[in-house]
């Protein structure tokens, strides 16, 4: 990260922060107004509820609050509906009051009759008081016993499954959460909240179609809203549809500009289709709002390095360590700018720690044997990469780096049986091709040697092609 950029987020963090902190001050002077249109025991226990929940904002980090702000927005509109459709119910749907929100215009009815309905009741209300409020501030466990207290005192009262549902989700009970959310679909209807926690927890649950199903059918309900965008982004990727992923992160971040981690996951499926420029606007764009997030500098480190930007991707990847020093991937991923930038022992110390951290980490063991081997240190190469193919038999790699250790070492039938199995696992290595060439020329085999070096030159290894003009015509 540059000094400009070093300078530059704090600036950005302070700004969310300010629009967040207005935000809940408008929510809060919102509830004050909605509480002089009705005396309903219900309503108003609910905007206590919301009131107190957004008074803890204000002890927290604002900054990084935009969704749990959005969520008691969201969650207060839709009590104003709630209460409409239960007073209506009752009441003469003539006499009405207007209440103003902060974006549009909602109708609040008058009772003209008192309530009866029994989360009134003073034991139901602090139940829901107390869910809502332990279910505001994560605490997940007790909010579930809350709201399971209200479902046995009001089994109908269908808002206590959707969030116990949620708080079963926030908790990684996905099996409890999908029954929970599927009674209050099934009590009340679909809505735009809880389709979006039951995509969410089929998700989790790998159950990949039906959360594309209800994500599909929120944005059919709420085509201005970032977040199922961002979700069926999440499930496009999962599934393979790179190119629909990146779509739908776009739209969520049309809708939402400031929807980080939407930046972040379109950042990642650009790197993983090459194209790295754009993919590193993505994270920079994420990372100078968070500043602590390791994916990020991870893969930012990584385009980094595919750019040849080597010093940006070893500071990128320091920070990582920093951030967490006990990731054994760190460690490697700065090994291998460290040996890119010709730091060969530096390389060997962090292949060394990523191994300590992961002692069955294939590839820490083959990196490490290639460092060794650019030091001209064969035979400790050797054992490392034995250690890396005995870990992962499969690793094409791992053979790829063995049969040059087993060239250098004069071991030619080694040499060849490493290329052979190199390309049986992946037939398009134009090393293995050369080097097997190389292996076949020494034996005496020029006529092998020859037709391996054809197929490495056709597969783009310009060398080859100079071993042929050589030996070959």
Known sequence: MT????????????????????????????????????SDNQFLSAMDVYYKLLKTFYEKDLARYDNEIRNVEF?????????????????????????????????????????????????LKKL??????????????????????????????EYSYRNRGASYYYRGDYSLALVDLNKFIDLKGVDSFTLYYRGWTKYCLKDNMGALADFNKQIELDPTSADPYYGRGVVKSELGDANGAIN????????????????????????????????????????????????????????????????????DFNKLIELD??????????????????????????????IELKPDFSMGYNNRGWAKYKLKKYSEALIDLNKSIELDPSNWVAYDSRQETKYALNDLRGCIEDCNRALSLNDKIPNSFFFRGLAYFKQGNKTKACEDWSKSGEQGKAEAYEMIKKYCQ
């Open 3 to 38: 000094f400009e950029e070093l300078e530059y987020a704090p600036k950005m963090m302070k700004q969310r922060y300010d629009q967040n902190a207005a935000k809940v001050d408008n929510l809060i002077n919102w509830i004050f107004e909605l509480k002089k249109q009705t």
């Open 75 to 123: 969650s207060i509109k839709e009590e104003i509906d709630k209460y409409n459709t239960r007073v209506k119910d009752v009441n003469d749907r003539n006499n009405t009051a207007t209440v103003v929100e902060p974006e549009k215009t909602t109708t609040i009815v008058k009772e003209e009759t008192a309530n009866t309905n029994s989360v009134a009741d003073e034991k």
């Open 128 to 157: 829901w008081e107390s869910g809502a409020i332990n279910f505001g501030t994560q605490n997940f466990s007790q909010a579930i016993i809350d709201y399971t207290n209200v479902i046995q005192l009001q089994p109908d009262y």
């Open 248 to 315: 739908d992160y776009s739209k969520s971040i049309e809708l939402k500009p400031d929807f980080l981690v939407a930046y972040k996951n379109r950042g990642a499926l650009y790197q993983s289709q090459g194209k790295y420029s754009i993919a590193l606007a993505d994270l920079n764009k994420f990372i100078e709002s968070t500043f602590n997030d390791g994916f990020a500098f991870n893969q930012r480190g990584w385009i980094k390095y595919y750019l040849k930007d080597n010093i940006g991707a070893l500071a």
């Open 325 to 354: 020093p006990t990731s054994f991937y760190a460690y490697y991923s700065r090994g291998s700018v460290k040996s890119e930038l010709g730091d060969e022992n530096g390389a060997i110390n962090d292949y060394s720690k990523s």
